[in-house]
């Protein structure tokens, strides 16, 4: 996390860095503009707005990068102000000016956008072209279409990802995109009530535990590529689930193929879903950086 002065949170990540090197893992940095556990505009701005706090927080990236062995950077800055996005591509070059000399790669994490004119505050900072030229690789945050808060709907739907790509390829290099896939699904009460219902989130397994458990039969979607069931719980409240399974990660796998990406970026890691490891690998060779 970054700081309004331009120094770091500290986070304790000793054994998960460890862990990523013992498994040939390369490790990034994620720098976010969170303050608690939501990303702040406000904060974004104070940073993006001074050329001074940018230099201080640039040489805090690098000297922690460098004490941690991280081998890249990655800027996952969201909600920033339609207002700083020139602020936000001069960070960028900076950025990139600072810590390419010294062989780190540097990457951001892009809003899911269907068009280079797309209004609301998560999208409109978020220049594709820009971060496409200046840097290694973007991550497409292609998911979170079924949110939380949000009504019933599939995770990460085939046609609605189609759409984020049929924007980007135009805009930032196929050799450069990194497809989010997420390994995720969640369990909304019914009737849902906008600001009202909040999902639970559900690992693929228990998910289809959960089906069995109560006897339902999982269905699929053709059109969103995506599996989805029925039930009731014991208080008699009926319930729907969208999840991942290998058929929906076949489906996304196809489109990194179709569409000649660099690969795919999963959120989130500390959810189990074995069966995507599988699947991954009978269509890739992964490539090792480390």
Do not use: C
């Not at 594709?128 to 497409?140: A, E, S, T, W």
């Not at 399974?245 to 996304?252: E, F």
Request: proline share 6%.
């Amino acid at each position: 996390g970054i700081q309004a002065d331009g120094g770091l949170t500290d986070r304790n990540d000793e054994a998960m860095l460890a862990a990523a090197r013992a498994r040939g893992a390369a490790p990034l940095m994620t720098l976010t503009n969170f303050v608690g556990r939501r990303f702040s505009s406000e904060l974004a701005h104070t940073v993006l707005a001074s050329p001074d706090v940018q230099q201080t927080l640039i040489t805090n990236i690098v000297n922690t990068m460098t004490s941690k062995r991280f081998t890249g950077l990655n800027i996952d800055f969201e909600y920033v102000l339609p207002e700083d996005r020139q602020n936000y591509n001069q960070f960028l070059r900076r950025v990139v000016d600072r810590l390419r000399p010294l062989g780190f790669s540097i990457s951001s994490a892009l809003a899911p956008k269907e068009s280079a004119g797309q209004v609301g505050l998560l999208y409109e900072a978020h220049d594709y072209p820009v971060h496409g030229q200046l840097l290694d690789f973007v991550v497409l945050m292609t998911y979170e279409w079924g949110y939380a808060a949000g009504p019933p709907w599939a995770i990460a739907p085939v046609n609605k990802v189609r759409d984020i790509l049929n924007y980007a390829v135009t805009a930032i290099p196929r050799s450069k995109i990194l497809m989010g896939m997420p390994t995720y699904g969640r369990d909304w009460r019914l009737p849902f009530v906008q600001g009202e219902t909040i999902a639970t989130s559900i690992s693929p397994p228990d998910a289809v535990a959960r089906a069995i458990g109560y006897g339902v039969p999982i269905q699929y979607d053709t059109l969103y590529q995506s599996p989805y069931y029925y039930y009731t719980d014991g208080q008699g409240v009926e319930h729907v689930v969208w999840f991942e399974d290998a058929r929906s990660t076949q489906a996304k796998l196809n489109l990194v193929k179709e569409y000649g990406l660099r690969g795919v970026s999963y959120w989130e890691l500390s959810v189990p879903y074995p069966v995507n490891w599988v699947v991954l690998e009978d269509n890739f060779q992964v490539r090792k950086l480390i």
